[in-house]
């Protein structure tokens, strides 16, 4: 089975920084695109990041862009996201996530991505 286990949410100040971690079993971690989403209260599930297989690179939503770092071990089959400068709009469930994007696919498609972890809850909050 495939399988993706986040963790490292919490509870942060603005201006915090948090670091989220997902163990990857199951598959080989280089060989897929993989993301991390979010979803906030009332809100759609939207992209935060991606390593594409596709082209290499990496991606960031602009809400995040600059603050954010996206990485992974694939030796340790770890994928990572270093949350710096948080904001109260960064409170959501963290997902990662694992898929084979077809070439008409963008990254940030939810419905892309084949395995999803259960998710961590940051919380962004004086």
């Known amino acids: 089975q495939v399988t993706l286990v986040e963790s490292g949410g919490g509870l942060v100040q603005p201006g915090g920084s948090l670091r989220l971690s997902c163990a990857a079993s199951g598959f080989t971690l280089d060989h897929y695109t993989i993301a991390w989403f979010r979803q906030a209260p009332g809100k759609e599930r939207e992209a935060v990041s991606c390593?594409?297989?596709?082209?290499?690179?990496?991606y960031y939503a602009d809400s995040v862009n600059g603050r954010f770092t996206m990485s992974r071990d694939n030796f340790e089959k770890t994928i990572y996201l270093q949350m710096n400068s948080l904001e109260r709009e960064d409170t959501a469930v963290y997902y990662c996530?694992?898929?084979?994007?077809?070439?008409?696919?963008?990254?940030?498609?939810?419905?892309?991505?084949?395995?999803w972890g259960r998710g961590t809850q940051v919380t962004v909050s004086s």
């Open positions: 996530a694992e898929g084979v994007l077809g070439p008409t696919v963008g990254w940030d498609t939810s419905a892309g991505y084949d395995c």
């Open positions: 390593i594409s297989k596709r082209d290499g690179r990496i």
